[in-house]
C-alpha cells in the first residue's frame, strides 16, 4: 500500500494496528557512466516493493533530494547536494507531521554511505530530526517533564516496545552489516551494480564503462543478476525481520 493512495480509513487502521510507514531515504548521486544517478534511491525503493509482497507496510513518498556530498563527482557531476542543516529542518517536518497524525511506527531506509552501518551525514541528518521531533512532540503533547512525571515511572520496562517514543521512528540501511559480510557492498562497484541490476536491471548499462575510469567503478565489469539476486533475498530477510 501506498500512502500517496490512502485515504483517511486507512490511515486509521494504520494506526490502530500499528502498520509500519516506511520512507525510502535516497540520493541524486553520480554513480559513474554505467549507473543511474537514482541508483541509492533505487535499490532502496525496490526492496521496500518487494518487501510490501511479503507484509503489511505503507510505502511513503520517497526522499531523493539530500546531502548526497560531493565526495564521488563535483558539483558539475549532476549530483545534487542539499546543506545537511536545512535537509535535517525539512525531514523534521515530514516527521512532526507524521507524528501529529498520530503513526506510531516509522522507517526510514537508506541504501547510501552506510557501509557496516557506519553513520554518515545523511543518516545522522535524518536520525537528529526523528530524535528532535520526538522530543517536540512529547513537550506539546504532554507538558515539560513529561519524561520525570509519574505517568513514565515503566520507562526503563517499555523500551523495547511500542511504547517507548524513541522508537517510533527508526532510520536503518538496506543491507545490514551481517548482509554486508555475507556478499559485499561498494559504490557504483561489482555490488551495488549487481542488486541494482537485480531490481532494476535498465539503470545499469555496463556498456558504458568505457566512457570514463574511475577506480571505484572498474570491478562493476564483473556485475550480475545472480549476484544481485542473492543480495536482494538476503536484505529481504533482513528487513523483514527488522520492519515490524
Not at 36 to 42: A, N, P, V
Not at 57 to 83: C, K, L, N, Q, R
Not at 121 to 150: F, H, I, N, V
Amino acid at each position: 500500500m501506498h500512502l500517496d493512495m490512502c485515504f483517511p480509513r486507512e490511515i486509521e487502521n494504520a494506526k490502530k494496528n500499528n502498520t509500519p510507514v516506511v520512507i525510502v531515504g535516497g540520493t541524486v548521486e553520480y554513480h559513474g557512466p554505467q549507473c543511474s544517478y537514482g541508483c541509492d534511491t533505487l535499490v532502496a525503493k525496490g526492496l521496500v516493493e518487494k518487501l510490501a509482497e511479503r507484509k503489511d507496510i505503507i510505502i511513503a513518498p520517497s526522499i531523493s533530494y539530500s546531502p548526497s556530498s560531493y565526495a564521488v563527482g563535483d558539483e558539475t557531476s549532476g549530483t545534487v547536494h542539499v546543506e545537511e542543516n536545512a535537509f535535517e529542518q525539512y525531514v523534521y517536518y515530514v516527521f512532526m507531521s507524521m507524528l501529529n497524525s498520530g503513526l506510531r511506527n516509522i522507517y526510514v531506509v537508506i541504501h547510501h554511505q552506510f557501509e557496516q552501518e557506519s553513520l554518515m551525514p545523511m543518516t545522522l541528518s535524518y536520525m537528529k530530526a526523528a530524535k528532535r521531533a520526538t522530543m517536540a512532540y512529547m513537550e506539546k503533547t504532554r507538558g515539560q517533564g513529561w519524561w520525570g512525571s509519574e505517568n513514565y515511572k515503566n520507562y526503563y520496562e517499555n523500551l523495547e516496545n511500542e511504547d517507548n517514543p524513541f522508537g517510533w521512528i527508526k532510520v536503518i540501511p538496506t543491507m545490514s552489516t551481517a548482509v554486508q559480510n555475507a556478499t559485499g557492498y561498494d559504490h557504483a562497484g561489482k555490488y551495488e551494480c549487481s542488486i541494482l541490476m537485480s531490481l532494476y536491471p535498465e539503470a545499469v548499462k555496463l556498456e558504458r564503462l568505457g566512457d570514463i575510469e574511475h577506480w571505484f567503478t572498474k570491478s562493476s565489469a564483473e556485475a550480475n543478476k545472480e549476484l544481485g539476486d542473492k543480495m536482494v533475498e538476503l536484505s529481504l530477510e533482513y528487513l523483514e525481520k527488522t520492519i515490524i
